[in-house]
């Protein structure tokens, strides 16, 4: 994966103070808080320093003075960040609505930009932003969660060589059971659409923005391309408690070779969890769950050496025998993993990497494409569930 | 150079292996999807472990009152209930109970009065078959029928018809690697020539079978890896007795029939040589091979 040539050779990485990647975060909310521990956790191997903070809650503002120990400058306002002279990079964590302006302000302003997903609320905005960043020569990194993940990047390597045949079907599920709601203070109802911002439709389009939008990456990432048309539905059958975004959707994207992504979220049930799966016609491999299921089972070695034998025109004995299956208990064919190097700790993979691309001073251009590319066709997907029509991708958005 | 088409899949807990030699890709593929779905629908209906299979249906129910089956179904029940009589009882599909009961068990700690209940609760002439309404009633709730003895054996034998009914001339298949069925001849020979392993020195043989249209199965109470390295003691009972063979052993059997195969080389783990003759004399067109002392200094034998 080209986005990954930034984990190779060395990080050339000083230990002097002018040296030090410094980084803002916009938006310390739930999601940037993770990314501020993230980055705390890799300030001394990579130096790198969070050196502003900005949220315009006072709740979240304090909280991220506390957590910088007071080292950090603190704002309430982006802007004013922005222009503050020696800061490399900006991690945005903010309302969906608001990554837009926030970027391209960054850009602007000769900051590179670490944006959590989906790209923003509107197509155009997501144009905007990676024109942009082409424009300012500045690094858009999209915090798509998976493709820093050794399983994906060994999955996908599989993937890509074939080893599943010709990829005939991608399909993906995000399930949940809950209504999606953070706590609002009983004093301050005010504050319901600033907190729980994931339910309105002017902020966010729900499921698809904010959980699909990973999976539609993987898929891309998958296939090596993007869809050429995609139709869906989607309705509130379940939270009927105002929100204005949807509590289940279901679509399907189809890409240019004929193959099919199905994709489908729901926080009614958990009984499926998360799942990425790819499909071909040698086997499947499911992303999540860290499995390979081949469709044709290994060969033993005897098979292995008749086949061999055959084909060299050689006729000798084949021994067999020394049962490797124990009848007596309950085998099933429970697949293979496709990596040992299981680790959960994506967002600090994702934080390492936004840190070192900056030390570069680029970033691979597929790493914005592919933000892109997901940040895009979630918007689509949306278009096509509310207009109920088969949505393809509209004239000047190409890259 | 010469082609052959090869495939496998999973299915009974291990993988089916099969070699078509000189067929092409589009007509190998059809055979064993056949093969595959044949294979399945077996499964399905005999395994031990799928709650819907219709031998579960049939230790869930049939001691209480007779429970009717398929014709299939009990066709296999009487086979299995004449071998085992063919074999004084050394080939018994009712010793489930037993074998759980080795398996969590430290075998120093047995209480012998525990297996003799126990086994006195088993016993294939226990399953009780009415062939009028085509029933089957078990003697008590204890008796569990496991066909894993003879499953893929019975698969084999159906693998065998399909090939022959798509006219497939010649043919390897290996199912979990202990059963092989051969069909007409390897495209350079005048057969097949299969071998038993040597697990020292995994590439050859200690004893060579040369085959045509015929079944090899393989019996052992040690699992072996594909290295050769001995992977564990596998317990396998005697069920006149209720306790397992200690004694590292493996037996292959050569058969025209794979279920008769497969039947056999069970039961002759634990039949002793002149037992084994006597059964040879009312089957005399199979070939047995013994090997003794199997981990250290294993001799074939044949019988």
């Not at chain 1, 910088?68 to 306002?77: L, V």
């Not at chain 2, 126990?118 to 009415?130: A, Q, S, V």
């Not at chain 2, 020539?193 to 079978?209: C, I, N, T, W, Y």
Request: hydrophobic residues 40%.
């Amino acid at each position: 994966m080209p986005w990954l040539n930034v984990f190779n050779g060395s990080s050339a990485s000083g230990k002097s103070p002018s040296d030090r990647v410094r980084l803002g975060i916009i938006g310390v909310g739930d999601r940037g808080t993770a990314l501020l521990l993230n980055i705390k956790s890799i300030a001394e191997i990579l130096n790198v320093e969070v050196a502003a903070v900005c949220d315009d809650y006072v709740p979240h503002y304090q909280r991220a003075i506390e957590l910088t120990e007071g080292k950090a400058k603190a704002f309430y306002d982006y802007r004013q960040m922005l222009e503050m002279k020696d800061l490399d990079g900006v991690v945005i964590a903010t309302p969906l609505h608001e990554h837009a302006r926030m970027t391209v302000d960054a850009f602007r302003s000769n900051i590179h930009v670490f944006c959590e997903k989906a790209m923003a609320r509107t197509i155009k905005d997501v144009r905007r932003m990676y024109e942009t960043s082409l424009q300012t020569k500045r690094i858009l990194h999209i915090g798509l969660q998976r493709m820093f993940s050794p399983v994906y990047l060994e999955g996908m390597e599989k993937i890509h060589r074939g080893d599943l045949g010709q990829i005939t079907q991608v399909r993906a599920y995000w399930h949940r059971n809950n209504n999606w709601r953070r706590p609002v203070p009983a004093d301050k109802p005010e504050l319901e659409k600033k907190i729980n911002w994931r339910l309105y439709d002017d902020i966010s389009a729900g499921l698809l923005t904010e959980l699909s939008s990973h999976q539609i990456q993987i898929a891309n990432w998958a296939l090596q391309s993007q869809p050429v048309s995609v139709m869906g539905s989607g309705s509130i059958n379940f939270w009927k408690d105002g929100r204005e975004v949807y509590d289940n959707i279901a679509c399907i994207f189809s890409y240019a070779d004929g193959t099919q992504f199905l994709c489908d979220s729901l926080i009614s049930n958990r009984h499926h969890g998360i799942e990425e799966k790819v499909l071909g016609n040698n086997g499947m491999i499911t992303l999540e769950t860290n499995k390979m299921y081949s469709e044709k089972p290994p060969s033993p070695p005897a098979i292995l050496r008749l086949i061999n034998d055959i084909e060299k025109d050689i006729f000798e004995t084949i021994p067999i025998g020394g049962a490797s299956w124990i009848p007596e208990t309950a085998v099933q064919y429970t697949g293979e993993f496709i990596t040992s190097r299981y680790r959960m700790d994506e967002t600090k993979l994702q934080m390492e990497a936004f840190v070192k691309y900056i030390r570069q001073g680029e970033a691979p251009k597929e790493l914005a494409e592919q933000g892109y590319h997901a940040s895009l066709w979630c918007l689509l997907a949306e278009n096509a569930i509310k207009s109920g029509k088969v949505v393809t991708l509209p004239k000047g958005y190409e890259i | 150079m010469s082609a052959v088409y090869h495939s496998g899949f999973y299915a009974m807990g291990t993988r089916l292996n099969l070699l078509l030699p000189s067929i092409d890709e589009e007509v190998g593929e059809r055979v064993v999807h056949s093969i595959r779905h044949e294979v399945q629908r077996i499964e399905s209906l005999l395994s031990f472990f799928s709650r819907e299979s219709e031998v579960s249906m049939v230790n869930r129910y049939a001691w209480r009152e007779k429970y009717r089956i398929s014709e299939e179904l009990f066709t296999l029940l009487e086979t299995c209930i004449e071998f085992g009589q063919l074999t004084c009882g050394a080939f018994d599909v009712t010793m489930r109970p037993l074998l759980d009961f080795w398996k969590g068990t430290d075998s120093h700690t047995v209480d012998e009065e525990t297996v003799k209940r126990l086994r006195e609760h088993l016993g294939y002439e226990k399953i009780l078959l009415n062939k009028d309404d085509l029933s089957v009633k078990l003697e008590n709730d204890v008796i569990r029928i496991d066909l894993g003895g003879i499953g893929k054996g019975y698969a084999l034998e159906k693998v065998r018809l399909l090939l022959s009914d798509v006219g497939i001339r010649n043919a390897f298949v290996s199912f979990g690697e202990s059963s092989v069925l051969t069909v007409g001849r390897h495209p350079n020979g005048d057969c097949w020539k299969v071998g038993l392993r040597d697990h020292r020195a995994p590439e050859s043989s200690l004893q060579m079978f040369r085959m045509t249209d015929a079944s090899l199965s393989t019996s052992s109470n040690v699992l072996v890896s594909e290295n050769g390295d001995p992977k564990e003691h596998r317990h396998v009972i005697d069920p006149r007795t209720g306790f397992p063979i200690l004694e590292p052993r493996m037996v292959g059997v050569v058969s025209d029939s794979p279920l008769q195969a497969e039947a056999l080389s069970t039961a002759f783990m634990i039949l002793n040589d002149s037992q084994i003759e006597g059964v040879k004399s009312v089957a005399p067109d199979i070939h047995v091979v013994k090997i003794e002392h199997f981990l250290e200094s294993p001799v074939a034998h044949e019988l």
